[in-house]
């Protein structure tokens, strides 16, 4: 349990507000077909799905974007769309939302990255992907750079929120460590795959056990396994922090020449986990920029990602629902 009084509480919760935020990554549009079935179509045997409702949501660093607005903060999503409609509703829900939107590029050779989700009978039928993964083109990535640039003063911290969609390349991934580290500025990293390795001398490097696994080919299985697993990525990538998120089993915590520690998860009831890494490192990235500690944030984040996974759909975390929740904990 985190180690602390309801008066620090209060104030690390006061800190969040206005802390700013450069999220720098896939961002995607989640769209939602609700429907009935009531028949199968004559043209082949699938079921026809009569669509009663509409929605769309962010998806990917969008939904991180979005979770830092709702802890307090100030996001900047940095990323890329299509000149399609599908941008444009990400945009509209962005202006809803109130998040800026000075850092989104439109690059007319891709599509926006969007899941569509059909929906009938209460059972999800069928997903559709509109993506293009190639890396986007020099001309942007530099684009990127020089927004975050005339940003890299102002700002509190940069996550990068990868989903090996194309605009975390590796030059881009270089240039912008550098660059914060040259700012003295915090950098928080959500991996994947392909640049699993890229991201080197950044704050917080935080993969989930099958992220770790696949880039290590190694199965974390035993306690020894993940201490061991922690120490290698250490070592490869010269972060501060190594954090291995292991859903029910909590989070693992290394640093360099410190005993490796282990923040369980409160045990709660599991209605649905999408989002919540997006949540985990949001919540993690505003708690370091607040002024807590590791250990702190880190619980503080995975606090977070368990209360969200009580929830269906992917629904971003809420600054006095989380405090609220922790101060129910400590009494």
Known sequence: ???????????????????????????????????KVSRISPEAPVPIVAIDDEFYRFGGAANVA?????????????????????????????????????????????????????????QHVVRIDKEKVNSIPPIIEKKIINLLKKEIKNIDAIILEDYNKGVLTSTLIDEVINLANNNNKIVTVD??????????????????????????GIRLGAKEDISNAGKILLDKLNAKFILITLGEDGIALFEKNKTEKRIPTKARKVADVSGAGDTVISTLTMALCAGADIYDATYLANFAGGLVCQEVGIVPINLDYLFDSVKEELL
């Open 1 to 35: 349990m985190i180690d602390t009084t309801i008066a620090k509480l209060n104030k690390l919760k006061k800190s969040f507000l206005g802390k700013k935020i450069a999220i720098i990554g896939d961002l995607m549009l989640d769209s939602y077909f609700w429907g």
């Open 66 to 122: 979005l979770n830092i607005k709702t802890l307090g903060g100030f996001p900047i999503p940095v990323g890329v769309i299509g000149d399609d409609n599908d941008g444009k509703l990400l945009r509209n829900l962005f202006k809803e939302s109130t998040i800026t939107d000075i850092g989104i590029l439109v690059d007319k050779t891709r599509p926006t990255t969007t899941k569509s989700r059909v929906i009938a009978n209460n």
């Open 191 to 216: 991996p994947k795959f392909n640049n699993f390795f890229s991201y080197k001398n950044v704050t917080v490097f935080k993969p989930n056990r099958k992220e770790t696994e696949d880039a290590l």
